[in-house]
Every structure is written in structure tokens, then in C-alpha cells.
């Protein structure tokens, strides 16, 4: 009998949340019939990520100071396809 860590379970359980949301938000609400295929998918999924994809830590300190970057430059390339590079009929070509 396989003993699991509470690590390992822990990054399990955090993965089949995730995994789970992300199902809700693909699926949409079309009831109980999309568990059917969504929750073997998720189990499958948050299992095979946890022996294939490593933990990783999030440094809080190097989140904080890549988000006021982000999202400035996120609010620039908005401006510039909303304003600059509006789509615009196609030009006739002579």
C-alpha cells in the first residue's frame, strides 16, 4: 500500500480545485451531464499533473513587482488596438 504525503495530497487537492473551476468555466452551466465527462478528466488531470509537473513556490516579494508592470502594460496594448490600430474596412488595392 502506497503511503502519500500530506504534501502530496495537499498539491492534489489544490489541483482538482483548480482543475475543477476550470472545468465550470469551459463547461458552463449545463448541469450534472458534464460531470460525467468533466470529473473522470479532472481526477485524471490533477493526478498525472502532480507526478509530472513539479511544486512551485510563488516569491510574494517578485509578485508584487511584476503586477504594477503588467498591468500598465496591459492598460498600453489595450489603448493601442482600441485607439490606434482600430480595425478598419479593408483597403482596395489599385
Known sequence: MAV???IWVLSLLRRLLALS???LLLAGATGA???VVGAPAVLIAAIVSTHLVPRTHVNV???V???PAFLLRSLAAAFDVAFVRRASPARETQ
Open 65 to 67: 513587482r511584476f503586477l
Open 4 to 6: 502519500f504525503s500530506t
Open 33 to 35: 451531464a458534464s460531470w
Open 21 to 23: 473551476v476550470l472545468w
Open 61 to 63: 516579494t517578485r509578485l
